[in-house]
């Protein structure tokens, strides 16, 4: 079962998937905590959900919390949990994603946002398995597995002070590195195929892509990876309309687009 679920999350063919694939059913039985590197994009929740599946403990709950999105305070509470009173407008006891997941995973993305203080929190629950809600004064056990995920370059961080030593090593127990699409283009028809049948955005009817549409894609390398392929997927079926055919048309110009997009970096 655990099989059968990798192989519909994690969509291709290629060799560098299959070892990725390889690589989750090795850690996935474990309980080792996992750090997976790879590009905006690449699909590394997607990757974090399969180890979950691959584990004894799928059947609980699998948590994800965004580290860059969220204040400190926000994301303490967020993990840990706070009691009544730890600060302005909390007026009930909340329950931390630790506690949510318990039995499962927590997968803590961009883990390379996390501030100073905070990463010497999760430190202490990953070598004592303890933590605290804010404001409270017990400690809690936690039973949860962690899996976390960045697209910086941790070892760089921690040389610069940025990120604890101690913590990367902790996190990189076991790492996985999820490929760029443009180093694993042959999954690109597969890709689209499937966010094609995922999403009828134009018609019930069952859309397909002309060779030479699957041709353009394949000449682009993808810098936004996977969640630009699809992005571009779900414009091409609302842009072919009626038609049971996308064609290159429909595709638009692939190249003009990164262009634009670092114009647009510059710009701001």
Known sequence: QATSALDSSLVGRSAEMAKLRKMIGVVGPSDTTVLILGESGVGKELVAAAVHQASARAGK??????????????????????????????????????????????????????????????????????????????????????????????????????????????????????????????????????????RDFARRAHKRFTPKALEALMAYNWPGNVRELRNVVERAALVSRHSDEIRPAHIGPLREKAQSRKRYQLAF
């Open 61 to 198: 709950n699998f948590v994800a919390i965004d580290c860059a999105t969220l204040q400190q305070n926000l994301f303490e509470s967020e993990l840990f949990g706070h009691e009544r009173g730890a600060f302005t407008g909390a007026d009930r006891r909340k329950e931390g994603l630790i506690e949510v997941g318990e039995g499962g995973t927590v997968f803590l993305d961009e883990i390379g946002e996390m501030s100073a203080a905070l990463q010497a929190k999760l430190l202490r629950v990953l070598e004592t398995g303890h933590y605290r809600r804010l404001g409270g004064t017990k400690d809690l056990v936690s039973n949860v597995r962690f899996v976390a995920a960045t697209n910086r370059d941790l070892q760089a961080m921690c040389r610069k002070g940025e990120f604890r030593e101690d913590l990367y090593y902790r996190l990189s127990a076991f790492v996985l590195t999820v490929p760029p699409l443009r180093e694993r283009l042959d999954d690109v028809p597969l890709l689209a195929e499937h966010f094609l049948s995922a």
